[in-house]
């Protein structure tokens, strides 16, 4: 099996030419600007957020939040 790799501008291309033919293009672009590149550098960042938390911390404080199961 041949897979052919199109290059990622022809596939951004198609994708916005689908997106507007389905949606419309106000919407295609309130759609893609949902997916802006944003700033900063989240490796760094996260440091100082989360230096005292540990997989079992985070976990508890996920399912102390779920409403209760039954």
């Not at 893609?32 to 590149?37: E, I, T």
């Not at 700033?39 to 989360?50: A, H, I, K, M, Q």
Request: no cysteine; net charge positive; hydrophobic share 35%.
């Amino acid at each position: 099996m041949n897979a052919v790799i199109h290059p990622l501008s022809e596939i951004s291309q198609r994708a916005r030419q689908i997106l507007i033919q389905e949606l419309g293009v106000t919407d295609a672009m309130r759609f893609l600007n949902q997916y802006q590149a944003g700033s900063g550098d989240y490796t760094v960042e996260r440091e100082p957020l989360f230096k005292d938390e540990t997989v079992k911390s985070s976990a508890a404080a996920i399912r102390a939040k779920r409403p209760n199961q039954s």
